[in-house]
């Protein structure tokens, strides 16, 4: 796993947290970051059912906004980061949540989490930015964490999609790949629905949804721990 997600200031951490800066102030920033989350933390929560006697984990939880609002509906929620600046920020976001629990990760292992002990798993622009061997990685072990029947949500970027915005997008992506592989921070890194249905099959999970999220240009998918 790479340090490109570490920040030196808040700018930067918009900057990685919704792939530009289009605000007046780092201030002003924030608030919409934080707005813009609050009401799809909302939407999710109403999406998977989530409810007072659940107990799960956040995938790349940045900011930690989506933290800061599910807290409140939630039993538990784990929130896992590969940033410690990303940690660090939301811990302070997020201080008088005591129902929250911060984790570095390291690896694609949730080490601070026992067999079938998640109800559900979630991880929003995340995985736009992983490859298929990050994505077979984290499919495995949250076979391991989730219970039965449990659902894990995410969102990735389609191959399929490569049209308006995805077309210029991607060829930014390509050029700035080309130039310097290792040093753009949050490259998108596009992936083909089909491809992703058969790795979540072979990992034993079954695709519930899969649904391009109009206007946002990504597609959320849901899975469901079959076996
Ligand atoms: C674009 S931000 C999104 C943050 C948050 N999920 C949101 O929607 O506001 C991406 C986050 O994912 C984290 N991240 C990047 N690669 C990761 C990985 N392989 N595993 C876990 N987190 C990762 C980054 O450190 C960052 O906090």
Redesign the pocket.
């Known amino acids: 796993?790479?340090s490109?997600?570490?920040f030196t200031n808040l700018e930067e951490m918009l900057n990685?947290?919704?792939?530009k800066f289009p605000y007046a102030t780092i201030d002003e920033g924030i608030k919409s970051?934080f707005q813009d989350?609050l009401i799809?933390a909302e939407m999710l929560k109403d999406k998977l059912q989530l409810h007072k006697e659940m107990i799960g984990l956040?995938?790349?939880?940045?900011?930690?906004?989506?933290a800061f609002y599910l807290s409140d509906h939630l039993k538990k929620l784990y929130c896992?980061?590969?940033?410690s600046?990303?940690l660090k920020f939301a811990k302070k976001i997020c201080i008088e949540k005591s129902n929250l629990e911060f984790k570095l990760?390291n690896t694609?292992k949730f080490d601070f989490l026992a067999d079938a002990s998640l109800d559900f798993c979630f991880?929003?622009?995340?995985f736009?930015?992983?490859n298929y061997y990050?994505v077979f990685w984290?499919l495995n072990e949250l076979k391991r964490v989730l219970k039965l029947g449990a659902i894990f949500y995410f969102d990735i970027v389609t191959m399929e999609n490569i049209i308006s915005y995805h077309q210029i997008k991607f060829k930014e992506m390509a050029i700035s790949y080309r130039d310097n592989p290792s040093s753009e921070k949050?490259l998108l890194n596009y992936l083909s629905k089909d491809a992703i249905g058969i790795l979540s099959q072979k990992c034993g999970f079954e695709v519930v949804e899969m649904q391009d999220l109009e206007g946002l240009f990504k597609t959320c998918i849901i899975l469901r721990k079959v076996s």
């Not at 990685?16 to 792939?19: A, F, I, Y």
């Not at 956040?58 to 930690?64: F, M, R, T, Y």
């Open positions: 796993m790479n490109k997600w570490e990685l947290t919704t792939g970051v989350r799809k956040e995938i790349g939880s940045g900011p930690g906004f989506y896992c980061d590969i940033s600046a990303y990760i694609f991880s929003t622009s995340v736009i930015h992983l990050d984290y949050n």
